[in-house]
Structures are given as structure tokens and as C-alpha cells.
């Protein structure tokens, strides 16, 4: 179809428009210094915690946690490094909500050489069933390190946690990129003693135990600024609960109460002068007397 020219002139008799057709419209220009809008949405900065700066997540359970984490829980296709002074002490009470809810879901959580034999007992009153539990059980460094790398590179698990002590930099980062087509979560246990160590996982928490059961949490890495303190998690282990009164809910109460009895009663043994407390006696010297 040609092309319809429109003559309708100004006042100088030249044609006002040449072609006739939609109008064109152009993108406002920023001012220096300033940004599109359309590159300003998709533009993701380091010193924030917004969903762009993470893939999928898994809610961790603590609501003080998540509000820390990048994207709002423990991340998925990628690995997630806890650290702790000793090995499987706390582990479950921090990754056991996540995992609930990967059972709920119907998924698999394969676990990889742990130290101790998991108390099934306790898990599934963490809402952890045995019929969606599988243990590996691995001794040498060497095999549990194959382990987990054949099941993440599988991803035929709903979440992998593994204890590798030992694992080294290079190994890390290839778990890292196998971890990138993994559905699920990986969680890898280390010593406290590897925070000096170079790592690729793109978190990395230190854990600790509290007086009035709770977990310290202490993110050392994470895709976004750096944390300052620590988060404070209360964490009853499962089946306790419901045992336990409010008075040993709270054991730091306790502590400090008969911390203030002991110092009163010292405070009344020993009385106080004006002029300070009264000197040791010496001994009485012995003379030797000579015939």
C-alpha cells in the first residue's frame, strides 16, 4: 500500500508532515548523574538486601534470620557454609525448621556423614520423619566429599547437608558451581577454625549456643553489605518445650540471681572499716638464746 503524503502546509507553504503515521515517542532523557528507569529497577547494588541480589530461597524458620539473609531465607542452588566450634551440637536446632518445611513438601533430605548418628527421635519432633530421611554414612574426607558431589551434581534431593571438615578452597568452589543446577538447598557443616580460610559459598554463618537456649548467629558472608552483631535465635530443642517450665526456660535468671545471693553474702562476711581492712598478723619471731 503506497504511502500517503500530507500537504498540509504552515505558513511558510512548506508541508508540515511528510509521511503520515503513528507518532514516534522518545525516552526522556536523565539528567547527568541519574539513571533510566528502566535501568535503574534492573540495577542491583551491592549494599542491599533485595530479592535481585538472590535466586530462589527456603524460609529459614527464624524470622530474624530471614530478615538478614539475602532474599529472605537460606538460598537454593547454591551452598551455604555453617561454621561452630564443635561439630553436631547445633546443627539441627538451625536448619531443622528449613528442613520441615522441605519434608512437608514431599522432598528428600539426604544427610552426608555426620558425626554422630541423628536422634530420630528428636527429628521428628522437629517434623522430620524417617521415611523422608537418608543417611550416608561416610568415614574418609575423600568419600565424603565424592558423596556430596555426586548428589548435588544429581539434584535428586529436596537438601543436602553434609559435614566436610576438611574440604579444601578448590573443592569448595567446584561444589559451588555443581550447586548452581541443584533445586534444594546445601547446607555444608566446617569447623569454627575455617572462617580464616578462603571459601566460594556465597553465604557463610558462624553459630554459637546462648545462655536461655538460643543460637547466635553471626553472618561472616553473604551477597550484600557486610552484617555487624549477632542474630539471636530462640531455638528449644524439639520435645522440650512443652517439659521444661518458664523458670528453666530462662536460665540466665537463674544464674544471676544466685550470682547476686553469693556476692551479698560475701559483701556480709566481710565487714567494711574506715580506714581499710585490718592487716595480717605475723608470726612471732623465735630467738635463739646461747649458754
Same mark, same amino acid.
Given at each position: 500500500m503506497p504511502a500517503v503524503l500530507s500537504w498540509a502546509s504552515d505558513e511558510d507553504g512548506l508541508p508540515a508532515q511528510g509521511l503520515v503515521g503513528p507518532p514516534k515517542t522518545r525516552? @526522556? !532523557?536523565?539528567?547527568?548523574?541519574?539513571?533510566?528507569?528502566?535501568?535503574?529497577?534492573?540495577l542491583w547494588r551491592g549494599s542491599d538486601l533485595g530479592p535481585q541480589a538472590a535466586g530462589p530461597v527456603l524460609c529459614s524458620g527464624f524470622s530474624a534470620l530471614d530478615a538478614e539473609l539475602p532474599g529472605g531465607g537460606w538460598p537454593c542452588r547454591a551452598v551455604s557454609e555453617v561454621l561452630s566450634a564443635q561439630p553436631s551440637v547445633l546443627e539441627w536446632r538451625l536448619i531443622g525448621p528449613a528442613l520441615r518445611g522441605v519434608v512437608a513438601a514431599g522432598g528428600t533430605v539426604v544427610v552426608v556423614g555426620p558425626p554422630k548418628t541423628?536422634?530420630?527421635?528428636?527429628?521428628?519432633?522437629?517434623?522430620?520423619? /524417617?521415611?523422608?530421611l537418608v543417611w550416608v554414612q561416610a568415614e574418609a574426607p575423600a568419600e565424603r566429599l565424592w558423596c556430596t558431589e555426586q548428589l548435588v551434581k544429581s539434584a535428586a534431593c529436596g537438601a543436602l547437608v553434609a559435614w566436610l571438615p576438611q574440604a579444601r578452597p578448590e573443592q569448595m568452589r567446584r561444589l559451588q558451581v555443581c550447586a548452581q543446577a541443584c533445586a534444594g538447598p546445601v547446607?555444608?557443616? @566446617?569447623?569454627? /577454625?575455617? @572462617?580464616?580460610?578462603?571459601?566460594? /559459598?556465597?553465604? !557463610?554463618v558462624l553459630a554459637a549456643f546462648g545462655v536461655d537456649w538460643e543460637l547466635h548467629v553471626h553472618i561472616l558472608k553473604r551477597r550484600g553489605p557486610a552484617h555487624d552483631g549477632v542474630v539471636r535465635l530462640p531455638s528449644v530443642p524439639g520435645g522440650l518445650d512443652a517439659v521444661l517450665t518458664p523458670r528453666l526456660l530462662t536460665p540466665s535468671r537463674i544464674i544471676a540471681s544466685r550470682s547476686a545471693g553469693r556476692d551479698a553474702t560475701r559483701h556480709l562476711e566481710e565487714p567494711v572499716h574506715a580506714v581499710g581492712g585490718l592487716a595480717p598478723c605475723a608470726a612471732p619471731r623465735r630467738h635463739a638464746t646461747t649458754r
Open positions: 525516552l @526522556r !532523557r536523565s539528567s547527568p548523574g541519574e539513571l533510566p528507569s528502566e535501568v535503574e529497577q534492573a541423628p536422634h530420630l527421635p528428636g527429628l521428628q519432633h522437629s517434623g522430620i520423619d /524417617a521415611g523422608h547446607f555444608l557443616f @566446617r569447623p569454627a /577454625a575455617a @572462617r580464616h580460610e578462603p571459601s566460594a /559459598a556465597p553465604l !557463610r
